[in-house]
């Protein structure tokens, strides 16, 4: 298995500018999760998906879209990028939700970084 | 808003001795968990510990949890220069789907 993949690795983007982060899974997980990690605050959570055609806002969503329309795959839209969104952004994924408490596996991360 | 905060921020010791990296929140959890992150990496699950336990250990590791003070404490002991990495702890709490992270606490371990 693969775990969690994100593409790409690093990105450079002009503010205004829109681009897609992709995530993917191939361990079969329910649940699917965006983190943003910046420095000095540790992560935070942006979007996260409970199974297909289920998202939900986290604490820091505005800027940002997701879908979940295949249980493997969860995209992050950055609408239009601003220099506030340069971070590192981590996507997650769990085989179930996390109420009953469950771990999350990590993809390498996304550097993005907005001139 | 962060639930947990770990303590110290920073952490540096000699290979071999033992390091206690702690974790504080505020409200009412139904489980604790705790990852490591090597440098520029993605976060690596090392344990997890419910409300209505109060200790767990795996290999070097030994968890503990006071509901009742609302921490939390890792140890690692025998630490090696590999052990070097930062350590976050994240709550769950009941009917929630969010896990919240901390700050994180640095830990150098030097050969």
């Known amino acids: 298995n693969a775990g969690v993949t994100q593409t790409p690795k690093f990105q450079v983007l002009k503010t205004g500018q829109s681009m897609t982060l992709q995530c993917a899974q191939d361990?079969?997980?329910?649940?699917m999760s965006w983190y943003r990690q910046d420095p000095g605050m540790g992560l935070r959570l942006i979007h996260y998906?409970?199974?297909?055609?289920?998202?939900d806002q986290g604490e820091v969503p505005n800027g940002y879209n997701v879908s979940r329309s295949t249980t493997e795959d969860f995209p992050l839209r950055l609408l239009s990028a601003a220099p506030s969104q340069t971070s590192v952004y981590f996507c997650?994924?769990?085989?179930?939700?996390?109420?009953?408490?469950?771990?999350?596996?990590f993809g390498p991360g996304t550097r993005l970084l907005v001139l | 808003s962060q639930q947990g905060e770990e303590d110290p921020q920073a952490l540096s010791i000699q290979e071999g001795e033992n390091a206690t990296m702690n974790c504080s929140y505020k409200?009412?959890?139904?489980?604790l968990q705790w990852y490591r992150q090597n440098s520029g990496r993605g976060l690596v699950h090392l344990i997890l510990?419910?409300?209505?336990?109060r200790e767990k250990h795996s290999g070097r590791l030994r968890v503990t949890l006071d509901t009742s003070k609302k921490s939390s404490s890792l140890l690692i002991t025998a630490s090696r220069a590999a052990d070097t990495a930062s350590y976050f702890c994240?709550?769950?709490?009941?009917?929630?789907?969010?896990?919240?992270f901390g700050k994180g606490t640095k830990l150098t371990v030097n050969p």
């Open positions: 997650a994924s769990s085989y179930s939700p996390l109420a009953g408490g469950e771990t999350q596996y």
């Open positions: 361990m079969n997980h329910e649940y």
């Open positions: 998906s409970v199974g297909a055609g289920i998202t």
């Open positions: 409200t009412s959890i139904n489980n």
């Open positions: 510990i419910r409300s209505n336990e």
């Open positions: 994240a709550t769950g709490q009941g009917g929630s789907e969010k896990l919240v």
